[in-house]
C-alpha cells in the first residue's frame, strides 16, 4: 500500500472527513484489519483567511514539502476551495498531487456525463481551478447560479451554518430551489463542498447525485491499492 499526503481542509471537519473516508475505503477492499497508510499535515484555517494568494501558495508548498520529506507518495488536498493553490503544491514537489478535477472528470466522464450542476463555496462556484480544469481536460460543462447574490448566499450557508454543524430550515429550502433552478440541461449534480452533504441528499434531487469528496477519495484509494 503506497502513502497519502494529505493537505487539511478549510475546517478540521473536511480533514476528518478525508481520514475516515480513505479509512474505510481500505478496510471495505482490503478488510480487516487494514487501515489507510496517511499522514496529514493540518493547516490552521485563521491563517488561511488572511492569506492573499502569494501567502496562500507559500503555506500550502510548505504543507507539501513537509509531507514529501515524511515520505508520502502522493498529495490529496483535502478542499474543493484549497485547489486554487494546486498548482504552488505541484511545483513544490517532487510526488504526484491527485487533484480533485481530475479524480472528478475521470470517473464522470467514463459514465458519459457532460454538463453538471455545481454548487460549493463562493470560489469553487466562480473560480477556474475546478470548472476550467474540468473544461478542458475532461470536456464537461458546469453551471451555477446565475445570481452573485445567491452564490454568496450558498457560501455563507457553508461557512456560518453547515461548517458550525447548523442548517435552517429556510437555508435548506434555499439551497433545493437553487439546484432545482440548476437541473434543467445537466446530466448530474455535483456538490463540491464537503460540508454540503448535509443539507442535500439524494433523496431531494432527481438528478443522480455525486459529492466531489467521495469521487477523490475513490481516486486515492486506486492510487494507493494499485488500481491506477
Keep these: 500500500m503506497k502513502t497519502i499526503g494529505l493537505i487539511g481542509g478549510i475546517g478540521w471537519e473536511s480533514s476528518a472527513a478525508y481520514y475516515q473516508r480513505l479509512n474505510r475505503g481500505v478496510e471495505a477492499r482490503l478488510g480487516l484489519p487494514h487501515s489507510a497508510r496517511c499522514v496529514l499535515v493540518g493547516l490552521d484555517y485563521a491563517d488561511v483567511e488572511a492569506a492573499d494568494a502569494g501567502a496562500l501558495a507559500a503555506l500550502m508548498a510548505d504543507a507539501a514539502q513537509r509531507l514529501e520529506a ?73 453551471r451555477v447560479p446565475d445570481d452573485a447574490a445567491r452564490r454568496a448566499a450558498i457560501d455563507r450557508a457553508i461557512y456560518d451554518e453547515l461548517a458550525q454543524g447548523q442548517l435552517r430550515p429556510d437555508t435548506r429550502a434555499a439551497l433545493l430551489a437553487d439546484v432545482a433552478a440548476l437541473q434543467a440541461g445537466c446530466d448530474a449534480l455535483l456538490l463540491g463542498c464537503s460540508e454540503l452533504p448535509h443539507a442535500i441528499r439524494q433523496s431531494d434531487v432527481t438528478l443522480p447525485l455525486f459529492e466531489s469528496t467521495d469521487l477523490h477519495v475513490a481516486a486515492a484509494l486506486d492510487f494507493m491499492l494499485g488500481a491506477a
Design 70 to 142: 515524511a515520505d508520502a507518495d502522493a498529495l490529496v488536498i483535502a478542499s474543493n476551495s484549497l485547489h486554487k493553490a494546486a498548482d504552488a503544491v505541484a511545483a513544490a514537489t517532487t510526488r504526484p498531487l491527485i487533484h480533485i478535477a481530475d479524480a472528478i472528470g475521470a470517473q464522470l466522464a467514463a459514465q458519459g456525463l457532460k454538463t453538471l450542476a455545481l454548487l460549493g463555496t463562493r470560489s469553487t462556484m466562480e473560480g477556474p481551478f475546478i470548472r476550467t480544469r474540468l473544461a478542458e481536460r475532461w470536456g464537461i460543462a458546469t
